[in-house]
């Protein structure tokens, strides 16, 4: 079960595949996209199914909502590697960057991984993805290494650097 979450502005709640059609714009975007280890999505069907397929097993995803509006502007996700050890990614709408939307949400789901008992919380990020390497320094991840060709992706190997955050380094 994937609780609700709720900060100052914003509702977490569990994201759905019904989330694709308000995600949609920013999925499809290449610049959106550049990042990620896939292209961009083709259609909302598409990205439905994506969202069915990644929200079971190990993974949990949050849609990023404001508060007062269903709409999801974003998401966070979260899989458990092994007992105490979450990855976590995220995406956030392009019209909603610049707020602090994305600080607010990843620390919304990172005070729960560590209240359900996590140990350690990471993120792999290109090495190239300044602004996500801003908002995990800015939380107080420590970049532990650089894994060389990581990721094939569609715009070529990728290296990945690995952030990590332990729950006594918490600042939250």
């Known amino acids: 079960m994937i609780p609700i979450l709720a900060t100052a502005r914003l509702t977490l709640r569990p994201r759905v595949a019904t989330d694709a059609a308000a995600l949609f ?3 499809r975007d290449p610049a959106a996209m550049t990042w990620w280890s896939r292209p961009p999505f083709t259609d909302v069907a598409e ?3 994506h969202f069915a397929l990644c929200d079971t097993g190990p993974w949990r995803a949050w849609a990023i ?3 007062g509006d269903d709409t999801a502007i974003g998401f ?3 899989g458990a590697r092994r007992p105490g050890v979450t990855e976590i990614g995220y995406l956030l709408a392009q019209d909603a960057a610049g707020q602090g939307i994305a600080a607010e949400a990843v620390s919304a789901v990172i005070d729960r991984l560590f209240v ?3 140990r350690r919380v990471f993120a792999d990020t290109d090495p190239d993805n300044g602004r996500s390497i801003a908002l995990l320094r800015r939380l107080g991840f420590t ?3 650089r894994l060389r060709g990581e ?3 569609h715009i070529g190997v990728r290296d990945t ?3 990590g955050l332990l729950r006594d380094e918490w600042r939250h």
Do not use: N
């Open 25 to 27: 714009p920013t999925m």
């Open 47 to 49: 990205l439905a199914d």
């Open 65 to 67: 909502t404001r508060t």
């Open 76 to 78: 966070v996700s979260a």
């Open 116 to 118: 359900e008992g996590d």
């Open 143 to 145: 970049l532990e290494g």
């Open 151 to 153: 990721w094939e992706t």
């Open 161 to 163: 650097l690995l952030f």
